[in-house]
């Protein structure tokens, strides 16, 4: 079934960790999103990729960084986590067609300690 | 730059009653405006889309209306039951040409009381 997974789905790590949230997607989409919530809050993007080698950073700054060498996966990295990034990541995707609807994955919630 | 408001943060109604979120624009070259509803703990869904060139779209107890010379669009549900409460965002993009945007709005907690 078309989706788009994300691993870990929880995750504790330690101050200091480096930490690499997996995001892939058998939608077929070019367009890729990271986006941070706290729960039933905001949705801010962080990061933005249009296809393979592109990546941009988002409205919101963030310290995590992204790489785009495959269409269909988009993984975030922390190279040191703070409890400052405790929060909800969602990795999302669209197509690059006129009905450009964002489909969501179901998150990664990380807690930083 | 660019941005979506979002009303009311928070709405209570009571179970059978209607609710409804507006949203205004900033961007006049949006084009598209899509209805997420993200229940607790789980992601944000598509519930209902509307392109611009379009006033008014139905799906069953769900409806949006967009005022393209105001810069508005409206979400209303009627007939509301408990399983409606939620956070509802709206978002506006401007399409897949150019400089691409999707922005949302800042969410609106709806409660609906049995």
């Known amino acids: 079934e078309a989706d788009i997974y994300q691993t870990p789905r929880y995750l504790v790590i330690g101050t200091g960790k480096k930490i690499t949230l997996e995001c892939s997607q058998t939608?077929?989409?070019?367009?890729m999103y990271w986006y941070q919530q706290d729960p039933g809050m905001e949705l801010h993007l962080i990061h933005y990729?249009?296809?393979?080698?592109?990546?941009e950073k988002g409205d919101l700054s963030s310290e995590s960084t992204v790489s785009r060498i495959r269409t269909e996966h988009f993984p975030l990295t922390l190279e040191s986590a703070r409890p400052s990034h405790t929060s909800q990541y969602l990795c999302?995707?669209?197509?690059?067609?006129?009905?450009?609807?964002?489909?969501f994955g179901e998150g990664s919630w990380l807690t930083v300690v | 730059g660019e941005n979506v408001e979002q009303h009311p943060s928070t709405l209570s109604v009571q179970e059978g009653d209607s609710a409804v979120i507006k949203c205004t624009y900033s961007?006049?070259?949006?084009?598209?405006f899509p209805w997420y509803k993200q229940e607790l703990g789980k992601r944000p869904q598509l519930i209902i889309d509307?392109?611009?060139?379009?006033g008014e779209k139905k799906d069953q107890r769900i409806a949006v209306t967009l005022n393209k010379t105001a810069k508005h669009f409206s979400l209303h549900i009627t007939e509301t039951q408990p399983e409606d409460s939620a956070v509802y965002f709206c978002?506006?993009?401007?399409?897949?040409?150019?400089?691409?945007?999707?922005?949302f709005g800042t969410g609106t907690r709806l409660k609906v009381l049995a």
């Open positions: 999302a995707s669209s197509e690059s067609q006129l009905r450009n609807t964002i489909y």
């Open positions: 939608m077929g989409h070019d367009k």
């Open positions: 990729s249009y296809g393979v080698n592109s990546t």
């Open positions: 961007d006049s070259a949006s084009n598209y």
């Open positions: 509307i392109r611009s060139n379009v």
């Open positions: 978002a506006a993009s401007r399409g897949t040409s150019g400089t691409y945007k999707y922005i």
